[in-house]
């Protein structure tokens, strides 16, 4: 954990940065949370660090849709309390049914092709370039950018057709 702990943490203020401005969960939050699935999981027998950063990514997006659910579930129910938090955080308040409509689009995406889903996650919610995705997932570059176009393109029109 010391060894990536930087990185994780770079990992986790970039998926908050789309985050509300008012939003409770800390980057470092993010990443311990995220550190206790994956090893309540019991995967630690990690490929190498890509693959790695790639399931800590899966599971720091995990967190932020079940912190967005049980939000959307509170704010039914009323009484909620405000929360003042640190000035890195950066998200509009509307964010969260949005967030659970592209992971439910991710979901819908990973039953017709996994391999788009994999782009996704490693160029969306880890920030890798085109090249580093190829070289992740032992692919052209031409694949990965093909890739690229096409799941941006099948998730616009998914969510576009589930009314978002």
């Known amino acids: 954990m010391p060894l990536v702990y930087d990185t994780l943490r770079g990992l986790a203020r970039k998926l908050m940065s789309a985050e509300r401005r008012d939003h409770t969960l800390q980057p470092t939050a993010l990443v311990n949370e995220a550190w206790l699935r994956l090893v309540h999981q019991g995967e630690d ?96 570059h031409g694949t990965v950018e093909r890739g690229w176009s096409v799941a941006r393109l099948w998730l616009a029109k998914d969510l576009d057709g589930h009314g978002s």
């Open 45 to 140: 027998s990690w490929e190498d660090r890509d693959h790695f950063l790639r399931m800590a990514a899966r599971a720091m997006r995990r967190v932020l849709i079940d912190h967005a659910r049980s939000r959307a579930r509170d704010k039914r129910q009323g009484d909620r309390n405000r929360v003042e938090i640190d000035q890195e955080l950066i998200w509009a308040e509307d964010r969260a049914p949005q967030l659970l409509e592209f992971d439910e689009a991710l979901g819908r995406l990973e039953n017709v092709d996994a391999q788009l889903v994999r782009i996704v996650e490693l160029r969306f919610f880890v920030g890798h370039t085109i090249e580093e995705t190829a070289r992740i997932l032992g692919v052209s």
